[in-house]
């Protein structure tokens, strides 16, 4: 088996896996993102529902198998795009049963519930583990510069399907330095979104644990970025960064999954009215920034709130800037 | 330690949302679990986790403020203050007669016998001693 079939079919079973998995990663409260009474997860509309949608995704496994299998070998990098047809298939599967479900909504839920204790606006202490990762670009840049003589005058940057090098860098500094520089910066990135989430979000456990994950991801992204900032003297190969990160995807995936579906969790307090596709969230009446996502592990934002379209625009620009200083 | 002070609003009710905020504290308040000293979260912080426009919370906190429990200090939040129990007014007492009076009725109609009604009252009136 070539590499790049390899990769097509583990991009196939993992998207398959994780589309199977989406009418599951909720709250009980929902089904396809549409507010649900207690029980209709265990009735035979409900389940009929999870049993058509998943038909659907299995079919378009198959399906996409197979074309990956017989394109692999001719067109590599178009094997790896029709790899996500589960993906595609998932997504029109969740909005043909969403539409189907409303008949069977629950009434909104008009409770709303708060602490009156002022803290809960602190961050937790060990959001400062956070900054530690940041060294690991710089200590890597460190290295770069101490052994500048060792970096060939030209180096791979960029490798297709196969595994093969298909870009190439000379040896300038920018080129030399910018995946470490886009690297920090991402990773800058991911604490100022966990701290915007924080402030911008309800208090309940999932902000803190949602924090947690952006944490690890921190870490995770200072590890691959200096593994690939170093590729200039260090041979690592580039299979070891995709099973890092489909490990990394998994147990971020499992740890999400098991905070979602734990019942002992408060679940947000939001309309089914303000949810658009089941996944938009936009409610002009609703101050938080970030609600809780329906469908997953994690926040959205609330396209309804001025202020979020201006953070949107702030880590729009940022990311933009990080793209150019990439190039 | 004793668990925090929480209140609850329903959306979907015909009282304002603001009216119960201003209910809500004044029972904890009336009842001590709210003490002098106290701080209550910021109207940006009640205002996210309620769900509702910062008006709303800002107003409600304006009552209370303006019936002598909180101190709002721009930009510290809210904080309880130590109040005196004022003599009620002639005119007050005759409002909450008349509010009383309506409830009372609407318990009537509903099946709750006058003895029952009493007790309740009663029951509650001790239970909000601080």
Redesign the interface.
Known sequence: MNSALFLSLLVVAFTGAFMLLVPHFSSPRYLFAVTVPAGFRASEPGRAAIRRYHWWVVRAIAASAVIVATMAQSWPDLAVVLAMLPAIAGVASFLRERSKLQGYAAPPPGVREADLAPDGDHLPRWIALALVPLALPLAAAAYLRAHWSEIPERFPVHWGAAGEPNRWAGKTPAAVYGPLLSGAGMMLFLLLLGLAIFYGSRRAPQRTAILKILVACVYFLGFIFTGVGLMPVVRVPIAAFLVATFLFAAAVIAWGYKIVTDPAQPVEATLDQYWYLGSIYCNPQDPAIFVQKRIGFGYTINFGNRMSWLLLGSFLAGMLGLVRVAR | MPP??????????AVPAYRQIVDA?RV?LVEGA?PPGS????V???????????NTVGEAYRELAAEGWLDLRHGR?ATVIARGSPAARPEQLQEFRTRLRSLVAQMRSEGVAPARIAAELRSLTESLKP
Do not use: Q, Y
């Open positions: 925090p002070a929480k209140i609850r609003i329903d959306l979907n009710s504290v904890l709210l701080e209550l979260p910021s940006r912080r009640l205002a996210m986790d309620l769900g509702v426009h910062f939040g």
